[in-house]
């Protein structure tokens, strides 16, 4: 299997070999350029394949920013993540960032295990929704029959069985798929058992954060509880209802994208389903319950 390929792209050849020995260890393939239009010409190439794109913010002919709005405005360089790494980390230039597309923030100077745990993060991210648009498109046709079904779930190999039959019944399917697993596995991470924003992004760093939801799952505390997804489809809408038995948490605040987390490694995820996923989306009462739509 080839490596995935990862576009480097900063004005400063210290900054390049700084980066390619950071992550000299990791099973990717890195393409460095100093020059940002010739950067853009090799990520434009009709056979062009990068994973993920590392971008410096300040640079000349063709800045970070502009190099960015110009990959969103094509809708093939859609599911590329963005890793924008800058000096420039005042919260109006972190927002500028975040408002066009670059959901991952590395401020200079940072430590070796900043940029591998970033860039693992946005891989995995972009590896996971992938899989999910590609299951859920095979299931789109037959789950279209459906006007209503619920499922309980529990763990989260649960939410990646149920995804994307729940997209399916979505007329696009693939779009749907990621917001929808950000908010079951929301369901059973943060509301069933109780792992908080902090400590997830300190799980994310350390990459135990999966051992961690295997090791709850088993705690008395957390072994009954349950989520539940009630979809009802008609003619104007499909409806997903999720539910869990946690406390709630300070929903509002993960509604939009907030420079003060643009640094972390997680903290995006409901924010981008209601972005990208969902017609609307709004979260209930305590927050242990979330109504998202999908116009058709």
């Known amino acids: 299997m080839d490596k995935e390929r990862v576009l480097i792209v900063d004005d400063e050849q210290l900054n390049l070999f700084i980066i390619e020995e950071f992550l000299e260890n990791e099973d990717i393939e890195l393409e460095l350029h100093d020059k940002p239009l010739d950067a853009w010409a090799s990520l434009s190439a009709p056979d062009s394949n990068f994973s ?35 000096a420039a980390s005042s919260p109006d230039q972190v927002r500028e960032g975040l408002e066009a597309g670059a959901y991952y923030y590395l401020t200079k100077p940072y430590e070796p295990e900043a940029l591998i745990s970033i860039v693992r993060a946005a891989m995995d991210d972009r590896r996971s929704r992938s899989q999910l648009r590609s299951r859920a498109g095979r299931l789109e046709v037959a789950q279209k029959l459906i006007n209503s079904v619920e499922y309980r779930f529990v763990t989260l190999d649960d939410v990646s069985t149920l995804v994307p039959v729940l997209a399916g019944m979505c007329p696009v399917p693939d779009v749907v798929a990621p917001g929808l697993s950000d908010l079951m596995v929301n369901a059973v991470e943060h509301g069933n058992l109780g792992v908080s924003y902090q400590e997830k992004s300190l799980l994310k760093w350390e990459g135990d954060w999966e051992a961690e939801i295997v090791r709850r799952l088993a705690l008395p505390q957390f072994s009954s509880r349950v989520a539940t997804v009630r979809v009802e489809r008609n003619t104007d809408a499909v409806v997903f209802t999720i539910a869990d038995e946690g406390d709630g948490f300070e929903w509002k605040r993960f509604l939009t994208f907030d420079p003060d987390r643009a640094f972390d490694p997680n903290g995006r995820g409901i924010a981008m389903a209601k972005m990208m996923s969902f017609s609307s989306l709004e979260y209930q009462g305590r927050g242990n319950v979330v109504v998202a739509r999908v116009n058709i």
């Not at 971008?55 to 969103?72: I, T, V, Y």
């Open 52 to 86: 993920l794109v590392v971008l410096d913010r300040m640079m000349p002919d063709l800045d970070g920013m502009e190099f960015l709005r110009r990959m969103k405005r094509e809708a093939r360089f859609a599911d590329i993540p963005v890793i924008m790494q800058t």
